[in-house]
C-alpha cells in the first residue's frame, strides 16, 4: 500500500473548529454554506458570544501546539494562528458583540441570511418558517446585549445607531418605497399552501421583532450613542490588523494614499482626452453618461447584462489564463431584496449546489445604471475576482481543511484579490475600450480615497498643507470634509457617497483593505517574481497563490516565499 504521509493534525484541529463554530453560530454556518444549521438562529446573548469566544480561545491553543506536517500544512497553521488570535482581539474589545453600522451588525446578519436560503422544497420551507419563529427571542437577547455592554462605555456613534435604525425601518415597510420584507418572503410563489398561515404568523412576528428592535436603538440606545464617528488610534490600529491580517505602518499608508489617488487621477486625465480631446475628467464622463448605448434603464434589465457579461468572462478566461474547474464556471447575478446600497458577493455552498452569487442591493430612485462604470465591478466580484477566489477556494478539498474552504475570510486578501483582478484584466486587454478603461480606474480612485478619509477621519489627522488637490490645507479631518473630498473625486450618485462615507465611519479599516490589500498582493507578486527569475510564469503564480486559499496578508507572503 502507498504511504499515506504524516498525519494531518493541523487540518483535524481546523475541521473539528468548524462543526463546533457551526453549532455555535449557525446564520454563520448558512452564510459559508455549512449544511444542517438553516432552521436555526445564533444565540445573541452575552453568554452566546462568550460560548463562541471560548471556542476560538481552545481552538487557537490546540493549534498553537499542533505541528505542521509540511508547508501546506504549515501555510494553514499560520493562517488559523492569525485569524483566531486577532478573532480574540474583537472579541476583548466587545467590537462583535456591540458594532452597529450601516453596514455590518447582526440585524443585517440575521435577515441577510434569509437571502441565501433555499425555497424549492418543503423541507426549505420549514427551515424558513423555523428560523423566522426564531427571531423574536433572538433580537430580544440582542436588545440586552446591547444594553450591558453600552452600560459598560461600549456603543457605537450615534450616526451608525440613527442609520440602522432607518434601515429597519425599511425592511419592515414602515418607510421608503420599499415592501416589507419578511411578509414578502413568505408570499413568494412557491411556499407551500399548507404552511401559509404559520409562514404568515411568524414572518409577521419576526417583522414585529425588527420594529420593535428599531424603536429599540432610536429610543434607548441612540441616547447613549457615542457623540464622535472617529474611533482613534488605539481602536483603529487592531481593527486594520483583523481586516488586512498584516500590520502597516498607519502614516505611511495614509501618505501613500495621496500618492497613489493623484497617479490613478493622472491616468484617468490621459484617458479622457482619448475620449475627447483636451476633455478634463468629468467631461469626459459627461460624454460617456450621454451615450445611450453605455447606459441600461431597469433593475432587471441590468441585471440581464451583469449576468451575460459575467458568464461570457468566464468562458474566455478558463483554460486560457486560469485553470477554473467546472463547479465555478457558474455564477448567478441577482437583486438583492433592500436598498441598502453596495454591491456583493456570496460564495458557493460546500457541494456547490448554492452557486456563487453577484448581489446588487440598488438603492432607492436609482434606474439607470451606466455600463461604462460597472463593467469592472462584474470583474471584481465574478471572474478573475472574488468568484474564482472563493469559488476555488472552496473546490479544493484536495489542499484545503474545511476550515479554509469555508470560514477563512480575509478582507485585505479577498477585496485586494479582486482589486488586483480589475487591473490585471487592463494588463490582459479587456479595458482596452476608454470608457471601461474610466470606470475601472474611477474605482481605483475611489478606493485611493478611501485610504485617506478612513485613516484621516478616525485618527483625526490634520489634511497635508501640500496635498495635491489643494483641498482644505493643514485641517482635521471630520465627516463633513470626507463628504466633501469624496465627492471631489468619485463620479457616483450622492445617495451612494453618503452611504458610502457612513460605511467608513462605522467600519473603521475595512476601506482600506482594498487598495491596501491590493498594493500587498503586487508587492508579493513582484518578490515571486524576483525569486523565481526567467522561471516565473504569471499563470502559475495565480494557481500557487489561489491554491493558499483566503489568508492573512503577512501568511500570505511567507507562504509565498516558500513556493
Request: glycine share 8%; hydrophobic share 35%; with cysteine.
Amino acid at each position: 500500500m502507498p504511504d499515506a504521509g504524516p498525519p494531518r493534525l493541523v487540518d483535524a484541529v481546523a475541521d473539528r473548529f468548524v462543526e463546533s463554530y457551526a453549532a455555535l453560530d449557525p446564520v454563520a454556518a448558512t452564510y459559508v454554506g455549512i449544511p444542517g444549521y438553516d432552521d436555526k438562529i445564533s444565540d445573541l446573548s452575552l453568554d452566546g458570544y462568550q460560548a463562541r469566544e471560548d471556542l476560538s480561545r481552545t481552538a487557537l491553543r490546540e493549534m498553537v501546539s499542533t505541528e505542521a506536517a509540511d508547508d501546506r500544512e504549515q501555510a494553514a497553521k499560520d493562517s488559523f494562528v492569525e485569524r483566531l488570535s486577532v478573532s480574540i482581539e474583537q472579541y476583548e474589545a466587545k467590537t462583535p458583540q456591540s458594532q452597529i453600522s450601516v453596514i455590518f451588525s447582526e440585524l443585517h446578519n440575521v435577515r441577510g441570511v434569509f437571502d441565501l436560503m433555499g425555497t424549492d422544497t418543503t423541507e426549505d420551507w420549514g427551515n424558513i418558517n423555523a428560523r423566522l419563529a426564531a427571531i423574536p427571542q433572538a433580537l430580544t437577547d440582542y436588545q440586552l446585549t446591547l444594553s450591558r455592554l453600552a452600560d459598560d462605555g461600549h456603543v457605537s456613534a450615534k450616526r451608525q445607531i440613527d442609520a440602522v435604525a432607518s434601515q429597519v425601518r425599511a425592511w419592515t415597510g414602515q418607510e421608503g418605497a420599499g415592501t416589507n420584507f419578511f411578509r414578502s418572503l413568505v408570499e413568494t410563489p412557491g411556499a407551500p399552501a399548507s404552511m401559509q398561515p404559520e409562514l404568515t404568523r411568524n414572518a409577521t412576528a419576526a417583522s414585529d421583532a425588527y420594529s420593535a428592535m428599531g424603536r429599540f436603538l432610536s429610543d434607548h440606545l441612540l441616547p447613549r450613542g457615542r457623540d464622535r464617528d472617529g474611533v482613534g488610534r488605539d481602536r483603529y490600529e487592531p481593527e486594520s490588523r483583523y481586516f488586512l491580517g498584516a500590520q502597516i505602518d498607519l502614516d505611511e499608508t495614509y501618505a501613500w494614499g495621496w500618492e497613489e489617488l493623484r497617479r490613478i487621477e493622472d491616468d484617468m486625465l490621459a484617458v479622457a482626452h482619448q475620449i475627447r480631446p483636451g476633455a478634463s475628467i468629468d467631461e469626459a464622463v459627461a460624454v460617456l453618461d450621454a451615450d445611450s448605448s453605455r447606459t441600461i434603464s431597469g433593475k432587471e434589465n441590468f441585471r440581464s447584462w451583469m449576468q451575460e457579461l459575467a458568464d461570457r468572462t468566464i468562458s474566455e478566461m478558463a483554460d486560457v489564463h486560469f485553470d477554473i474547474p467546472d463547479p465555478i464556471r457558474r455564477i448567478e447575478c441577482r437583486l438583492a431584496p433592500t436598498n441598502d446600497g453596495g454591491i456583493y458577493y456570496t460564495g458557493p455552498s460546500e457541494d456547490f449546489s448554492r452557486p456563487g452569487r453577484m448581489w446588487w442591493a440598488v438603492p432607492e430612485g436609482i434606474v439607470d445604471f451606466s455600463t461604462w462604470r460597472e463593467v469592472t465591478t462584474v470583474y471584481h466580484e465574478g471572474v478573475p475576482g472574488h468568484h474564482l477566489q472563493v469559488g476555488q477556494t472552496a473546490y479544493r478539498s484536495d489542499l484545503l481543511n474545511r476550515w479554509q474552504r469555508t470560514m477563512c475570510w480575509v478582507s485585505g486578501h479577498g477585496e485586494g484579490w479582486a482589486l488586483y483582478a480589475e487591473r490585471l484584466m487592463d494588463d490582459l486587454g479587456y479595458l482596452d475600450d476608454p470608457g471601461t478603461k474610466l470606470g475601472m480606474l474611477d474605482g481605483q480612485g475611489m478606493r485611493a480615497a478611501r485610504v485617506i478619509i478612513d485613516i484621516g477621519m478616525h485618527l483625526e489627522l490634520q489634511i497635508p498643507p501640500d496635498n495635491p488637490f489643494g483641498f482644505h490645507p493643514g485641517e482635521t479631518w471630520t465627516p463633513d470634509l470626507g463628504l466633501e473630498f469624496l465627492r471631489q473625486h468619485c463620479r457616483m450618485d450622492d445617495a451612494i457617497i453618503r452611504f458610502e462615507v457612513n460605511r467608513y465611519l462605522g467600519w473603521p479599516g475595512q476601506a482600506p483593505s482594498y487598495k491596501v490589500g491590493e498594493r500587498i498582493w503586487l508587492q508579493a507578486r513582484e518578490e515571486v517574481r524576483a525569486n523565481k527569475g526567467a522561471g516565473f510564469d504569471l499563470k502559475q503564480f495565480h494557481r500557487s497563490a489561489l491554491d493558499l486559499g483566503s489568508l492573512g496578508l503577512d501568511p500570505l507572503r511567507a507562504a509565498l516565499a516558500r513556493l
